[in-house]
């Protein structure tokens, strides 16, 4: 019974955190005005679409063991590419989406191929891969916001809500189709499967003869589709995008990466779960809106999001830490020996 | 024996013509003819360092650069990788467990090949299905298979291993000492399931330092040393005297030079040492000029009584008095201070920080006696170093060589001339000599013997048995955490070590 | 038999990896490290700047512009070397200590300084005991905390800049504080041919160097950073030498940070933004990698010089400053790789 | 598990320990160290409450007896910390006509920004969707005001806002972003949930403005534009938009500045964040006008450093290095991190000899003026922008007519009369 209980907190923290975190968030927010209204949570689920596609982006590369910094450039490089082909360019909206998440692809490409065959960490790499995509994206656009020049007609498809009473607009059913499809290719399928054994150990992927390079540039590439769809989709929402998307306030990238481990995905890889991060980016956006009804100010939500993060941190690291002492105790010893001693706890 | 071979009938499941693998200063398997066939369980033995290991490993594809023929099934295949080592039907349980350890037992079972519903998606419940009907033929029917492996218990996740090779349907079986970790009871279970395999027509080589084990379980038994085959043997044909003779051969005695230490005060006693659920109540003690091991099966507690020892993990209750004094050491700094070191067993993970040089590998564990305040460059000790180089003739002499561009042996020779290089009175030696060549275990034997008669203690924890006869002067016996016996100086030799490890033979107390 | 041989000689079949011959390009490579592309910087400067390049007044000018990023590129240097990634807490602990000597003014400018150094190294106490002592994911953490000292010191100020001579008040004595703090970012040697700043970082280098390689804590660091394991069961106290190396880096970085207030004369929150990752690339560019225990200060000191050199010959050239991501990018892509290459032919990853 | 714990509990008392300090320090943030240490307990009930329902404790003179706010008087009454009219009179603009093709013409022609700089004045209709104005009043009106991000300028702004909204008596809220567009986005919608009686916004991105104001005037709450100009297509969604005559303010600068540079010489450009309003006005605002007016005036380099004074500097140097005795003055975007560190390398290299002018209004500009290092700055009051917004609205809810735009009165500063202008608001 005792130890039932000790699981059930225990799984609590460690797998749903990120709903315990919504809760909390939830019950705060009976003391804002106007916070369990229609259009709040619509406003919330559509400004988590950009955090969504970025922190997916992330938690997939970080369960294969990986960090990938480019995300939030890659993102906004996808904006800037839908629009530029739409608005400069004059190519139909199908088409700039395509090389929106043709060009995320690319520098996926670039990325993965740096990590599984140069040998580079990948942290350096996609740290390198920032100051190149910026670069990129400020010489493609002069510096300057491209826009869809009044044209709203998909912006305002994006942005409406087609179920009645229910806080879903477009761009979110698209951000949950792309949760759910990462979801069902993250718990269904081989490569799926492929990537949490890669994070897991390396080594007997190996031996199972898993193409662990084939398998981790995949990853990337995936991870750049992924930040350039949801980069277009924000850009063509807000109608514009600036090369400075990526880096203002609380930047995308921290978002994504705190929403990833406050989700409960392993920093080592080879754990998580991209639905928890769907949820903590949802968690954190209704916090901020909480936050900015109750007191209105920015510092707080960063302060806030910081001591959520640097809880979820430390927990971690004190329960390893804990658990250290006990690695490779062989529990059929301790039953003998608590028989023997007529010891009932250890 | 490849000569008597028939192929038509009682034909061979595997058979491996003159194999070698040579590793940078050593010739690890040297020539070997091995074969089994099938419904046979054929037991691999030797001392460590034998040649058992690397063999296996050639055979699991580990290595692309093997020499000899290997057959499977009468015909020559090239297993020169793990991937073609599988198509060919060869499963390999590892020493260590090649399980992802927070990934569901169903998809480590089945990893590489999960079964698919369509082109695009795996089939969870076929999955779980035939990952059940795996867990069925190794008797852990009832676990649920959608568990992490890191839930289950190390038994479970041994037998578990155990199905994971069973389900890429192999012909040829290897298991490198898959009794380690798992009480008797278990043992039993394993050797059930390793009958009914046999019963499937199933070749299975079985990697063992239990003897009593292999007489259990073995039809065939293959004695290799010093990366040579001595010979086969039926099991009927043979004993655990005759095949301890056969593994130690007649080099021990030419090996080991007769030494006599001058036995003098105490110096370590240690009593009621406790660590729950790895060792229980141990009592010891070792006197200056003496080398006391503890032997012990693999997953005896050994390993951990050292670390506890000197502080590098934590211990439940226990005294222990050093020259008289009553010491405690939280962590290894405390205890190097304090007079006791700890020799790791495994080099790379955690002996060496082989990215760095020769000299400040000699140097660290003196970094804080040769500092004058906070001053310190290694530059200035080179004469400690090169001294240290010269007692071990660690090859090539270079000070400013990276340890990884360093041979085995001599990696070992430095991490051993890090530990002389201090002024601790016990030096806590595990696995000193593990996958070393030959000339450089007779160094490191002789350097051990030399620290001791400087009047300090040495315990050696060692499942090298000659060199534990070799070197000891006493030996206390570990068996599933507590002590179950004491041999002395006199009574030493591999065979009653061997016995007594075993749970055999005559209980000194 | 003869053809196994031949295959098992044949290309493409992997042989042992652990040399004992080491290749002399590599070596050089390696050795030299940064101050390879530091030399074809240098000739690049020379022919496209006819002079101008070597002239006193262009490397006083160099030097300056990098000497807050070298400062706290010292102190980064040992987090770096002790295997623990970054310490993105690097722009708060700057932005902390400008704040807190800018508030401390009123009490004289002794007080000023070493309060707003102290406030700062305080973050590398918990950063080091943190990581040190309980093995926290030193990415993670440092980030985390930097959230958190961001929100605080917000909240605390506010949101406000604050300034040295409006903190100062009417008082004489703090006025002349105030002046005097404004003054470190412009004191000058020998005729202005010296900015004290750079004195600074380069003494910080010199310090950096001897702490690395002359003394206990720099060559226990290299065990630890290399194989913590194999280090804490040599007896070396890991937990205290990686706090040791947190708390030199926020230490560094704390007297960047009051250079930064000085020269701006102004006490923000954003000071410091973006000296992260800028640091962790000058490093990495100085030859360190991320596996630790590798590199070393003269690498870093280098790594910075490329850095500097870099943005002052493309704005001598007149690139813009969007293509001079891509030029900064492309160049520490290539460095790394060919810094890993070399690394791994000489068997030391 | 004792430590966890232990934890746990600090960041608990830690979090609501915040929530008090931020809750009570909204009006006054200098005095929320005093705040927390008097009421630590009352710390959920506080963040509970509406920041802005306490009432205005200071006396109003202005009150008539009815209720009504007589708004004249109120606008002339309040006073900016620089002492200068915290709600000045809105200022029209006179405009040509708009070229045919203004991108067709070359970079340098005043031609090519016309749809920037006259943003606005020929935008058409206003949207049909703008409601009605209540006409009785400010009072008692809710305002959000969502601003562009963390600064000391904002800090200021915010000042001004709540001085002239709580002269007004009207209930003002004031959001921050910190410069993330995503953010901003949602503080509109929240705004929207919150159904205040209007909207003041400063937008991120010219662009997005149309997008951000579409969305509250399709929701039926008065939007106001403040400080950024936006394109012209959002023009037609905002009830009125007020701030500062960037472009009028860098023409003044530029013609001052050719002036002391005697007509001719090279000039260096430091930029604003590329892609933004002020980008364009305060490079091609001067590049255009001295294209007009002073030929003989070269345009050497421009470079976007951004606003880190040591880049700024390690820039300026370079240019030194690079065009010697070419350079004779450097145009800058921010008068404060990028005037220290232009001034520190001049000074560094002992060109006295450059003219320095830089945008903006901050205590540092200032006192670089004052210390004879900056030749001019431009005269530009964070609470007087905000001042403008709040007259805009107040006169807006009391029906009358107000400007579509309305320009903040433009003004330079140079040493001659910088004494007038302190103590510095920001």
């Known amino acids: 019974m005792e130890q039932t209980k000790r699981k059930f907190h225990a799984s609590m923290i460690n797998d749903y955190r990120a709903f315990v975190f919504l809760g909390i968030v939830l019950i705060f927010g009976i003391f804002a005005n106007n916070f369990y209204t229609l259009y709040n949570f619509t406003s919330i689920f559509s400004g988590s679409s950009l955090y969504t596609f970025i922190g997916l982006a992330f938690t997939l590369c970080m369960i294969a063991g990986h960090m990938d910094l480019s995300v939030g450039y890659m993102a906004t490089m996808g904006a800037m590419m839908v629009l530029g082909m739409r608005t400069l360019e004059g190519l139909p909206w199908g088409v700039a989406f395509l090389v929106a998440a043709g060009v995320g692809a690319l520098f996926g490409l670039a990325n993965g191929i740096l990590v599984a065959k140069a040998k580079i960490h990948s942290f350096i790499v996609t740290l390198g891969m920032q100051f190149v995509i910026k670069g990129l994206l400020n010489i493609y656009s002069n510096g300057a916001e491209i826009s869809v020049k009044g044209d709203f007609e998909v912006t305002d498809i994006l942005n409406s809500s087609p179920i009645p009473f229910l806080p879903f607009s477009v761009l979110f059913l698209f951000t949950l189709a792309a949760v759910i499809i990462l979801m069902v290719v993250l718990a269904k399928t081989r490569f799926g499967r492929n990537v949490y054994m890669l994070g897991g150990n390396l080594e007997t992927a190996w031996l199972a003869g898993i193409k662990s390079d084939r398998n981790t540039i995949l990853i990337f590439m995936i991870s750049g589709i992924l930040c350039g769809l949801g980069g277009a989709l924000y850009g063509v929402s807000a109608g514009t995008a600036t090369p400075t998307l990526g880096e203002k306030g609380i930047a995308p990238l921290m978002v994504g990466l705190t929403a990833t481990i406050i989700g409960g995905t392993d920093i080592a890889g080879g754990k998580g779960s991209v639905l928890n991060t769907f949820v903590s980016i949802v968690a954190i956006l209704a916090m901020f809106g909480v936050i900015t009804t109750l007191v209105g100010k920015f510092e707080v939500q960063i302060l806030f999001i910081g001591i959520v993060l640097a809880f979820c941190v430390l927990y971690e690291t004190f329960t390893k830490y804990a658990k250290q002492k006990t690695l490779g105790i062989r529990p059929d010893l301790v039953q003998k020996y608590m028989q023997e001693s007529g010891k009932t706890k250890l | 024996m490849s000569e008597a071979v028939n192929t038509n009938e009682n034909a061979y499941a595997l058979e491996m013509r003159s194999v070698s693998k040579r590793f940078p200063g050593t010739l690890a398997v040297d020539q070997v003819d091995f074969a089994v066939r099938a419904g046979e369980v054929h037991a691999l033995v030797g001392e460590n360092g034998a040649g058992k290991s690397t063999l296996m490993k050639m055979l699991a594809g580990l290595y692309s650069d093997y ?242 020892l000197v502080g590098a993990d934590p211990l439940d209750q226990g005294t222990v008095v050093l020259d008289g004094k009553e010491v405690s050491f939280k962590d290894m700094t405390q205890a190097v201070n304090g007079g006791i070191g700890y020799l790791t067993e495994d080099r790379k993970v955690a002996g060496l920080a082989i990215t760095q040089s020769v000299t400040d590998n000699i140097l660290v564990t003196i970094i804080d006696q040769l500092s004058k305040g906070a001053s310190y460059y290694p530059k200035k000790h080179l004469g400690v170093v090169n001294k240290k180089i010269e007692e071990l003739s660690i090859y090539p002499p270079e000070p400013a060589r990276l340890v990884n561009n360093l041979s085995g042996g001599n990696q070992q020779k430095v991490l051993m001339a890090k530990w002389l290089a201090t002024a601790v009175d016990v030096l806590v030696l595990d696995e000193p000599t593990r996958g070393v060549d030959i000339g450089a275990k007779q160094i490191i034997h002789q350097a051990v013997l030399d620290y001791a008669a400087r009047g300090n203690g040495v315990i050696l924890l060692s499942s090298d048995l000659p060199e534990v006869v070799g070197l000891c002067d006493r030996a206390i016996i570990l068996r599933e955490g507590y002590i179950v016996g004491e041999i002395q100086k006199h009574e030493i030799n591999e065979n009653t070590l061997l016995m007594a490890a075993n749970g055999e033979g005559r209980h000194v107390s | 038999m003869t053809t196994k041989e031949q295959q098992a000689t044949a290309p493409g079949i992997k042989q042992d990896s652990r040399r004992t011959d080491i290749s002399k390009t590599s070596l050089f490579i390696n050795r030299a490290g940064a101050y390879f592309i530091v030399a074809i910087l240098l000739v690049i400067g020379l022919i496209i700047a006819q002079g101008r390049f070597v002239s006193i007044d262009n490397i006083r000018s160099i030097l300056n512009a990098v000497s807050l990023t070298g400062m706290a590129c010292a102190g980064l240097a040992f987090v770096v070397y002790s295997a623990n990634f970054n310490d993105m807490s690097l722009p708060m602990t700057m932005a902390l200590s400008g704040m807190m000597a800018v508030q401390l003014i009123p009490f004289g400018i002794v007080v000023s300084v070493v309060g707003g150094i102290a406030a700062g190294t ?138 930064y207030t000085s020269m701006t004369k102004i006490g923000a929150y954003s000071n410091g933004e973006g000296y992260d990752f800028d640091c962790l690339t000058a490093v990495l560019l100085g030859g360190m990698t991320l596996a630790g225990g590798k590199g070393n200060i003269v690498g870093v000191f280098g790594g910075v010089l490329v850095v500097g050199m870099l943005k002052n010959i493309m704005t001598l050239i007149g690139i813009s400053t969007f293509s001079q991501y891509l030029v900064t990018g492309v160049v520490f892509l290539i460095v790394v790789w060919i810094n890993t290459s070399s690394e791994r032919k000489l068997g030391r990853a | ?37 008097e009421e630590p307990a009352a710390e959920e009930t506080a963040a509970a409450e509406e920041p802005a329902a306490d009432t205005p404790a200071e006396e109003d003179a202005t009150n008539t007896e009815g209720g009504a706010i007589d708004i004249a008087a109120v606008i002339a009454s309040e006073k900016t910390t620089d002492n200068q009219q915290l709600m000045p009179d809105p200022i029209e603009k006179a405009f040509p006509d708009r070229p045919e093709d203004p991108s067709s013409l070359p970079e340098d022609d005043a031609g090519r920004y016309y749809d920037m700089e006259y943003v606005g004045w020929d935008a058409g209709e206003k949207d049909a969707g703008i409601p009605a104005s209540p006409g009785d009043g400010p009072q008692g009106k809710k305002v959000i005001s969502i601003v562009h991000g963390d600064h000391a300028w904002t800090t200021a702004y915010e000042k001004g806002m709540k001085q002239a909204c709580e002269a007004f008596g009207m209930e003002v809220e004031v959001w921050s972003p910190n410069w993330d567009q995503a953010l901003q986005d949602q503080l509109i919608d929240q705004a929207i949930n919150a159904q205040p009686d209007a909207i003041a916004l400063i937008p991120l991105s010219a662009e997005n403005a149309v997008q951000q104001f579409r969305k509250i005037t399709q929701a039926g709450i008065a939007a106001f534009g403040t400080n950024m100009l936006t394109t012209s297509d959002a023009m037609p969604y905002m009830a009125a938009w007020t701030g500062p005559d960037d472009w009028a303010q860098m023409r003044q600068l530029a013609d001052t500045l050719g002036e002391a540079m005697g007509g001719e010489g090279g000039i260096a450009y430091i930029t604003h964040d590329p892609g933004g309003s002020p980008y364009y006005a305060r490079t091609y605002g001067p590049i255009t006008e001295f294209a007009e007016k002073y030929p003989d005036i070269k345009t050497l380099d421009i470079q976007s450093p951004g606003f880190e004074a040591a880049e700024v500097k390690q820039v300026v140097s370079d240019w030194i290095t690079r065009f010697g005795d070419d ?88 040493s001659d009369n910088v004494e007038g202008f302190y103590p510095t608001q920001w």
């Open chain 2, 67 to 308: 020499t000899g023929e290997i057959y499977i099934d009468g015909k020559l295949c090239e297993l020169h990788s793990p991937s073609l080592a599988k198509e060919h039907g060869v499963g390999m349980i590892f020493q260590e467990l090649s399980l992802a350890r927070r990934i569901s037992i169903y998809e480590n079972l089945l990893v590489g090949r999960l079964p698919k519903k369509n082109a695009l998606f795996i089939d969870k419940k076929e999955a779980v299905r035939q990952a059940s009907e795996l867990l069925e033929r190794v008797g852990l029917g009832k676990q649920d298979p959608t568990k992490e492996v890191s839930e289950i218990s190390q038994c479970d996740a041994q037998l578990t291993e155990i199905a994971k090779v069973l389900g890429s349907n192999p012909s040829i079986i290897v298991m490198d000492e898959p009794t380690s970790a798992l009480s008797s009871e278990e043992v039993k279970r394993l050797f059930a399931i390793i009958d009914s395999l046999k019963k499937q027509g199933l070749a299975i080589i079985y990697i063992s330092h239990h003897l009593q084990e292999i007489f259990e379980v073995a039809d065939n038994i293959t004695v290799m040393r010093d990366g040579k085959k001595v010979g086969t043997y039926p099991v009927e044909e043979t004993s655990t005297e005759h095949l301890i003779e056969k593994m130690v051969g007649k080099s021990v005695n030419e090996f080991y030079a007769e030494h006599t230490a001058e036995i003098g005060e105490e110096l370590l006693t240690v009593k009621d040492f406790t660590r729950w659920g790895f060792f229980h109540h141990v009592d010891f003690t070792v006197h200056r000029g003496e080398v006391l091991a503890i032997v012990g099966l693999a997953g005896s507690g050994r390993t951990e009584i050292g670390r506890s």
């Open chain 3, 122 to 259: 305080l973050v590398g106490v918990v950063n080091g005991i943190l990581i040190g002592k309980f093995r926290a994911n030193p990415i993670i953490w440092t980030l985390a905390f930097n959230m958190v000292l961001s929100g605080i010191v917000r909240v605390a100020w506010g949101g406000s800049q604050i300034y040295p001579d409006t903190v100062a008040g009417d008082s004489e004595f703090a006025q002349q504080a105030a002046v005097q703090f404004n003054s470190f970012a412009r004191t000058y040697f020998f005729d202005g041919a010296l900015p004290l700043m750079v004195v600074v970082m380069i003494v910080l280098f010199v310090f950096a160097y001897f702490m690395m390689t002359r003394t206990r804590f720099g060559n226990k660091l290299k065990m630890v950073g290399s194989n913590y394991e194999a280090a804490r069961l040599s007896g070396v106290n890991c937990a205290k030498t990686v706090i040791l190396a947190y708390v030199l880096c926020s230490l560094c970085a704390a007297i960047a940070g009051i250079f």
């Open chain 4, 1 to 37: 598990m004792k430590k966890v714990l232990t934890i746990v509990a600090l960041v608990l008392v830690l979090m609501f320990a915040v929530v008090a300090c931020t809750s009570t320090g909204t009006e006054e943030p200098a005095a929320e160290e005093t705040a927390a240490a």
């Open chain 4, 327 to 414: 350079l004779n003055a450097i145009f800058l975007a921010d008068d404060s991190a990028q005037a220290t560190g232009a001034v520190d390398a001049v000074k560094e290299a002992g060109r006295d000899d450059i003219m320095i002018v830089a945008a903006g209004n901050s205590k540092t500009g200032q006192d670089l003026v004052k210390a004879g290092d900056l030749l001019i700055i431009n005269y530009q009051s964070a609470e007087g922008d905000a001042g403008l917004c709040a007259r805009t609205m107040a006169e807006w809810f009391a029906g009358e007519e107000v400007l579509p735009v309305g320009y903040l009165a433009t003004d330079m500063i140079t």
